[in-house]
């Protein structure tokens, strides 16, 4: 049974390092011209002309939030933080 100094082990592990970084660097390659050809997700434009408002008005605005902050909580399991409510016509 032979032993391995300990300069043939730190070449033979620097060799096994250096191989194993090549193959992630080529796997990053060849993966990063598949993230162009993946859909790309648009956001949703809203009209900058109808300024949002800190104050319910009408009890349907009151409704719309507590409904809206219920599917939140349900959907994410996160607490809602209402920042703003407009009303859209």
Same mark, same amino acid.
């Given at each position: 049974? *032979? ?9 033979? #592990?620097?060799?096994? +390092?250096?191989?194993?970084? $090549?193959?992630?660097?080529?796997? *990053? $390659?060849?993966?990063? &011209?598949?993230?162009? $050809?993946? &859909?790309? +997700?648009?956001?949703?434009? %809203?009209?900058? #002309? +109808?300024? &949002? ?8 605005? *009151? ?6 902050? +219920?599917? %939140? ?6 607490? &809602? ?9």
């Amino acid at each position: 049974m *032979m032993l391995f100094t300990f300069s043939e082990g730190l070449g033979f #592990s620097l060799l096994s +390092i250096t191989i194993v970084i $090549l193959l992630i660097g080529t796997i *990053m $390659l060849a993966i990063s &011209p598949l993230k162009k $050809l993946s &859909p790309q +997700i648009k956001k949703a434009r %809203y009209d900058e #002309s +109808i300024q &949002p408002t800190n104050s319910i008005t009408t009890e349907d605005m *009151m409704v719309a939030a507590l409904v809206a902050s +219920i599917d %939140y909580k349900e959907e994410t399991g996160k607490e &809602p933080f209402l920042k703003s409510i407009r009303e859209i016509r």
